[in-house]
């Protein structure tokens, strides 16, 4: 086995016991090894971090995510982040109040921590912020809590955005860089706003334009104390947050606003509490969940990332020195290669496999190759006796993604198992029939969730619920029937007949012999249309004189089917009527003489018993 091959694991040699923290030390291990061993000595030779600087290397001992929270002072951080903790563990007011950063993370007992020992110590991934002066450790600090919540992710609360940072309370140290260290270290970015602050100064502006620059996929808005204005003007709040940030945030997708006010008080009167319950509810559920589940894959992502731009740009790199003239003439022929730079990165990428979008912007690259000393570079035979792309290739296709959760495979249904196609069509157009009446269709998609809450029908007082178990295919809807003025309800009986009637249907599709159950359903594609004479038995109708059925038919579809069992059993047609013919048994005492049509989308209406047409064409489609 070669070097590179033993540096990664293979996945089905992991211990199955392994704990879950055993298995992120494992997979930060490996990523440490393959940074370090492989991207790394890349990036210092082409002086990647002079290009894009960064501090990668420190997040390979960063076992929990980070949650960091951003936003204009008074705006809630603060005292959101007491929420979460259960407790006054933060100073809070309307002032600025949080003039440092804060790293709240687990441990048995509630203690301080001094910055400079968070940015002294190797274990912790703070060191990189040495880089800020010995000023930053006095606004740096950290606070260890028991609380369960920080078992699975580390806060970061953060001083205030202040509009007069630039002027008179100048900071000592620098603010927004600052920012972005936090955010690269981060999984995910609240950035929190006060319903009655909602304007954008300098200083925010540069937090968004620079600090969560190229970070935007972990943005997540919160408008804080959402319950301090009355719904009305709750909209045109949201609006002007939303008109505001268009200017700070460069993508298409508007990040996901949170909505609600987060402390211990109990909402305002007059106020939307359920909106802000659900909304709050959905946060938790991503600070909780989400982010602890995505947290290792995310991280795996970053170095497979890491390591596609580093070897876009070493390649870029090693291009610029071979073009390059060995005495005279280099101004010249950097001024035509930078000219020449969008053909060329798309002819390196279309040669080596990558994207266009991996290699640096061209105005950084103007800058970088300026003040870079290029004469230390490979050029591209250097990089190719070296095979650090070779290596590149196969860290990028195989082992990192070794170290990602792997996905579940299922099998592929037979397309020609036509009980399963039924099977999902019957759900699909029982919901669609719900939908026609008004009336909520309620699912149970997660087995661990249990049964379902009642929901209310807008139609009638019964409650429409549905309890399905999330293994059972064939899934069981209870709803409520119309009101009496909508139609008549089918008893048992009518139903049985009507579930026979499905079930001989079916076994004709699949090209099965009926039961001798089914016997008294004749299939239609083995007889020829006629009007069948038979004669009445004793005892109550099948159905009711308002509801007249045809004896003869075409074999339907599965959506006839389906529409047709609906509208039997609530009594209103789905479709304008038209009229369609249903089989039935031969003990049906209408089925007399000169048949009966019902009123009914689909065929047309054939009283002379003169047979449906074959070309639908000839009378209308099978659907308006």
């Known amino acids: 086995m070669s070097s590179h091959g033993k540096l990664v694991r293979k996945a089905e040699d992991l211990q199955e016991d392994l704990s879950w923290d055993s298995h992120i030390k494992h997979v930060l291990i490996e990523l440490e090894k393959i940074y370090f061993q492989r991207i790394r000595p890349i990036e210092v030779k082409f002086d990647y971090d002079m290009c894009c600087p960064s501090w990668f290397g420190e997040s390979m001992v960063q076992k929990k995510p980070f949650i960091t929270f951003l936003g204009p002072f008074s705006a809630g951080k603060s005292t959101f982040i007491n929420y979460l903790l259960q407790g006054n563990l933060l100073s809070t007011g309307p002032q600025p109040v949080t003039d440092r950063f804060t790293v709240i993370s687990h441990a048995k007992d509630v203690q301080k921590i001094p910055g400079r020992v968070l940015m002294a ?127 700070l945030v460069a993508t298409t997708e508007p990040p996901r606003v949170f909505i609600s006010s987060f402390w211990e008080q109990p909402y305002r009167m007059g106020t939307d509490h359920e909106l802000f319950t659900e909304e709050k509810a959905d946060l938790i559920y991503h600070i909780t969940t989400v982010v602890p589940m995505q947290a290792l894959d995310r991280r795996v992502a970053s170095v497979l990332q890491r390591a596609t731009r580093v070897i876009a740009f070493a390649i870029l790199c090693a291009t610029y020195k071979t073009k390059m003239p060995s005495l005279f003439g280099k101004a010249k022929a950097r001024k035509q290669f930078i000219e020449d730079l969008p053909q060329i990165c798309e002819d390196l990428a279309n040669k080596y496999r990558c994207s266009v979008a991996d290699f640096p912007k061209k105005e950084v690259l103007e800058n970088f190759f300026s003040r870079a000393k290029t004469s230390d570079f490979f050029d591209m035979n250097q990089l190719l006796k070296r095979k650090w792309i070779e290596l590149m290739r196969i860290t990028v296709d195989r082992d990192l993604p070794m170290l990602l959760k792997p996905l579940e495979e299922s099998a592929v249904v037979d397309p020609n198992d036509r009980k399963h196609a039924l099977l999902l069509q019957r759900e699909y157009f029982k ?194």
């Not at 619920?465 to 003025?485: E, F, K, R, W, Y």
């Not at 249907?505 to 039961?515: C, D, L, T, V, Y």
């Not at 089989?583 to 209408?590: A, F, G, L, R, V």
């Open 121 to 247: 110590d190797s274990k912790q991934p703070f060191r990189g912020l040495n880089q800020f002066g010995g000023v930053f450790g006095e606004v740096l600090e950290g606070i260890t809590h028991p609380h369960p919540i920080l078992q699975s992710v580390t806060l970061i609360d953060t001083p205030g955005v202040l509009e007069t940072a630039g002027n008179a309370h100048s900071r000592r140290y620098d603010y927004v860089n600052a920012c972005r260290w936090f955010v690269e270290k981060s999984d995910l970015v609240f950035v929190m706003f006060d319903p009655t602050k909602l304007d954008s100064g300098e200083e925010l502006r540069a937090v968004f334009q620079q600090a969560l620059r190229g970070h935007e996929s972990k943005i997540r808005i919160i408008l804080n104390k959402a319950d301090t204005v009355e719904p009305q003007e709750l909209m045109r709040v949201y609006g002007a947050l939303f008109w505001n940030l268009s200017a």
């Open 431 to 624: 919901r669609m029939s719900m939908e026609a009446h008004g009336q909520l269709f309620v699912e149970d998609v997660c087995q661990n969730l249990g049964t379902v809450p009642m929901i209310q029908s807008q139609f009638t007082d019964r409650p429409a619920i549905c309890d399905v178990p999330a293994n059972n295919t064939s899934m069981q809807l209870q709803s409520t029937a119309p009101p009496n003025g909508a139609g008549g309800n089918v008893n048992q009986e009518q139903l049985a007949v009507m579930m026979q009637m499905m079930q001989t249907m079916m076994a004709a599709q699949q090209g099965q012999k009926p039961s001798p159950q089914q016997q008294g359903v004749p299939l239609i594609s083995q007889q020829p249309y006629a009007p069948q004479q038979v004669q009445p038995e004793q005892g109550e109708p099948l159905f009711p004189p308002s509801q007249q059925i045809c004896t003869t038919t075409q074999q339907m579809n599965p959506y006839q089917q389906m529409q047709t069992m609906d509208t039997l059993q609530q009594g209103v047609p789905q479709f304008p009527p038209s009229q369609v013919c249903i089989e039935m048994p031969q003990s049906n005492p209408y089925q007399q003489g000169q048949p009966t049509f019902m009123p009914y989308g689909g065929f047309p209406s054939d009283p002379q018993g003169q047979g449906l047409p074959q070309n639908p064409q000839q009378q209308g489609q099978l659907f308006p």
